[in-house]
């Protein structure tokens, strides 16, 4: 089949579009507020959600800091785990690591936000959304590798120093090195999953955009 | 009437006037009736979403074809849930319609034959073409220049005709 070819049978294409696919402006008008079901609009709600919870969660943690700090035998709701100022520590860290979360996915809210409203050339648009999906990604992996450390670490302590006291023993060397291998695993975990689930999608993306490029495609 | 609900009535004026564009976006990308209505969905959100950022520097169908395409060519729900990631080639299902005649069906199926043989990016180029858009507009849209727009066209030629002689 050749280009002209091609052009004939597009006309009849035409015809057909005109025939029965057009809509009138109420059914236009309802379209547009439906939601999008898009890779990055995907993303985007995950985001919204983990904001969402990750607030609520960071408010209640720095509220109980606060108060274990404040008020330690008025307020210690975790006695039957840690001290006082174990107590205060834990929220304290947990408060710090959720609101480094938070950041990284704000952050990577407003990049998705932002390309959503760009109207670029597809080889500038293609270029865009890679590197948004990118640091999405990237985003995603940090805002978790810090949380994980957190949550086993304190879990460790808790198990591991219930009836002792903190020493420089093999507990404490563990409590030392179980934040840097978590942070590690959970690093290369998540890279994994992101892989995973976007790597190939990426790919084909990044071919796309090669095939724009006159010299790489060269 | 709000100043929101004025922009809404002037986009919602606008697209209807010329969503044939999206239409043929989607019966470019997509291989039935169910895919093509979400993709036509996809877009038109996607056109609201980006409209205040249309400020009538470039016409209207060319800013609607860049975001149209944007969306088709960066859209992958479809080809996951089939489980037929990254294979280009599909089998295009067109409507029955008893006014065509079958000749008619007939060059309709070679085209979308034809059409299955592109990738997403030379799908773009050729739609592009058959809308009658010179090479400069091809250009524009595409983000690339106007020598590789005639690049690109003489290795789609080569490519359909080789794939339709070798069937």
Redesign the interface.
């Known amino acids: 089949?050749?280009?002209a070819?091609?052009?004939?049978?597009?006309n009849?294409?035409?015809v057909?579009?005109?025939?029965?696919?057009?809509?009138?402006?109420q059914a236009?008008?309802t379209?547009?507020r439906?939601?999008?079901?898009?890779?990055l609009a995907g993303i985007k709600r995950a985001l919204q959600f983990k904001f969402l919870i990750g607030t609520t969660v960071a408010v209640i943690a720095i509220g109980a800091s606060l108060g274990s700090a404040l008020a330690p035998r008025e307020f210690h709701p975790l006695d039957f785990l840690f001290s006082a100022r174990e107590t205060t520590l834990f929220y304290g860290t947990l408060s710090v690591s959720l609101c480094c979360m938070l950041f990284f996915n704000h952050r990577a809210y407003r990049f998705i936000g932002a390309l959503?409203?760009?109207?670029?050339?597809?080889?500038?648009?293609?270029e865009r959304?890679i590197q948004v999906m990118e640091r999405a990604m990237r985003f995603n992996i940090y805002s978790d590798t810090f949380m994980s450390p957190v949550f086993f670490t304190w879990f460790y302590y808790a198990y591991a120093f219930r009836e002792h006291d903190l020493d420089w023993d093999i507990r404490g060397l563990l409590l030392v090195l179980l934040p840097v291998l978590v942070g590690v695993f959970s690093f290369f975990f998540q890279k994994y999953m992101q892989h995973l689930k976007f790597g190939?999608?990426l790919d084909?993306?990044k071919?796309?955009l090669q095939?724009?490029d006159?010299k790489k495609e060269d | 009437m709000s100043d929101k609900k004025a922009k809404?009535q002037e986009?919602?004026?606008k697209?209807?006037a010329s969503?044939?564009i999206i239409?043929?976006v989607c019966?470019m990308y997509c291989d039935d009736e169910e895919h093509r209505k979400?993709l036509?969905?996809?877009i038109?959100?996607?056109?609201?979403?980006?409209y205040?950022?249309?400020r009538g520097e470039a016409q209207f169908s060319t800013?609607l074809y860049?975001?149209a395409?944007?969306?088709a060519?960066?859209?992958?729900?479809k080809e996951k849930k089939r489980r037929l990631?990254?294979f280009e080639s599909y089998d295009f299902r067109e409507?029955v319609?008893e006014?065509?005649n079958e000749l008619?069906d007939e060059?309709?199926k070679?085209?979308y034959?034809?059409i299955s043989q592109l990738?997403?990016?030379?799908r773009?180029v050729?739609l592009l073409?058959?809308e009658g858009k010179g090479h400069a507009e091809i250009a524009?849209?595409?983000?690339?220049?106007q020598?590789?727009v005639r690049?690109k066209?003489t290795r789609?030629?080569k490519k359909?005709?080789k794939k339709?002689k070798s069937k």
């Open positions: 089949m050749e280009l070819e091609l052009q004939s049978a597009w009849l294409v035409n057909d579009v005109q025939r029965k696919d057009i809509l009138d402006e236009v008008r379209r547009i439906r939601s999008s079901g898009t890779e959503e409203r760009s109207t670029e050339d597809v080889k500038t648009s293609l959304f190939r999608y084909r993306l071919y796309y095939s724009l006159a | 809404e986009f919602v004026k697209i209807t969503q044939a239409h043929k019966r979400d036509f969905q996809e038109l959100v996607q056109l609201w979403k980006s205040p950022s249309f800013w860049r975001v395409l944007n969306v060519i960066q859209d992958f729900r990631l990254f409507v319609d006014r065509r008619e060059r309709l070679k085209m034959r034809a990738d997403k990016v030379e773009a050729v073409h058959l524009e849209i595409m983000g690339i220049t020598n590789y690049v066209m789609i030629r359909i005709s339709i």
